[in-house]
C-alpha cells in the first residue's frame, strides 16, 4: 500500500515538473508578410534582444484599432524608456490586404506592420479572436497574452513591459 502511495506521488510529481517545463513558450518558426509582400519569418523578432509585442488585428475590427491608437500615444515613450518593438500584425484576408497600407498611414502608426493572411501564425498560436497581444521578454520567450481591448488595456500592458524593463 505504501509502495502504491509513493509511485502515485512521484508519478505526480514528475507530471507536475514536465507541466512547468512546458510553460515557457516561444514564438514558432512560421513565415508571414511584410506590406511589401516580402516573407519573413516571425521568429527574427524573438531573437532581437527586446521587449516584443505582437498585436493581432484586422481592418475591420475596430476594438483592434481602438487598442493600436491608444497605444500609438504610449508608444515612443515606451520605446525610449524601456526599448520596446511592436509588431501589428493583420490577419486581414488577401483580399482584404489592399485596405491596410492606406489605413496604416491615415492612422499614421508607427509600428512593424506584418501581414499573416493565410492565418498560419494565428493557428500556430492557437487563438480565436482578436485583439490578441502577446508579450516577448527579452529572450523570446511568451510572457503574457491578452485578448480583447476595453480603455485602459495599454496600461496594464505598459506595467508588464516595465517589469520586464526592470523598472
Same mark, same amino acid.
Given at each position: 500500500?505504501?509502495?502504491?502511495?509513493?509511485?502515485?506521488?512521484?508519478?505526480? !510529481? &514528475? %507530471?507536475?515538473?514536465?507541466?512547468?517545463?512546458?510553460?515557457? $513558450?516561444? =514564438?514558432?518558426?512560421?513565415?508571414?508578410?511584410?506590406? /511589401?509582400?516580402?516573407?519573413?519569418?516571425?521568429?527574427?523578432?524573438?531573437?532581437?534582444?527586446?521587449?516584443?509585442? !505582437? &498585436? %493581432?488585428?484586422?481592418?475591420?475590427?475596430?476594438?483592434?484599432? $481602438?487598442? =493600436?491608437?491608444?497605444?500609438?500615444?504610449?508608444?515612443? /515613450?515606451?520605446?525610449?524608456?524601456?526599448?520596446?518593438?511592436?509588431?501589428?500584425?493583420?490577419?486581414?484576408?488577401?483580399?482584404?490586404?489592399?485596405?491596410?497600407?492606406?489605413?496604416?498611414?491615415? $492612422?499614421?502608426?508607427?509600428?512593424?506592420?506584418?501581414?499573416?493572411?493565410?492565418?498560419?501564425?494565428?493557428?500556430?498560436?492557437?487563438?480565436?479572436?482578436?485583439?490578441?497581444?502577446?508579450?516577448?521578454?527579452?529572450?523570446?520567450?511568451?510572457?503574457?497574452?491578452?485578448?480583447?481591448?476595453?480603455?485602459?488595456?495599454?496600461?496594464?500592458?505598459?506595467?508588464?513591459?516595465?517589469?520586464?524593463?526592470?523598472?
Amino acid at each position: 500500500m505504501k509502495k502504491s502511495i509513493l509511485f502515485s506521488l512521484a508519478l505526480a !510529481l &514528475s %507530471f507536475a515538473v514536465q507541466l512547468g517545463a512546458q510553460s515557457t $513558450k516561444t =514564438l514558432p518558426s512560421v513565415e508571414v508578410k511584410t506590406l /511589401d509582400g516580402q516573407s519573413i519569418d516571425i521568429k527574427t523578432y524573438a531573437d532581437n534582444g527586446k521587449i516584443t509585442i !505582437l &498585436s %493581432f488585428w484586422a481592418t475591420w475590427c475596430s476594438p483592434c484599432k $481602438k487598442e =493600436l491608437d491608444a497605444i500609438a500615444d504610449l508608444y515612443p /515613450d515606451w520605446q525610449k524608456d524601456y526599448d520596446v518593438e511592436l509588431v501589428a500584425v493583420t490577419i486581414d484576408t488577401q483580399r482584404a490586404l489592399a485596405k491596410v497600407k492606406p489605413m496604416v498611414e491615415s $492612422k499614421g502608426w508607427t509600428y512593424a506592420i506584418l501581414s499573416d493572411p493565410n492565418q498560419q501564425l494565428r493557428n500556430a498560436l492557437n487563438f480565436q479572436t482578436i485583439p490578441q497581444t502577446f508579450v516577448l521578454d527579452q529572450s523570446g520567450n511568451i510572457v503574457y497574452n491578452h485578448n480583447g481591448y476595453v480603455p485602459g488595456d495599454e496600461y496594464e500592458l505598459e506595467d508588464t513591459i516595465k517589469k520586464l524593463a526592470g523598472k
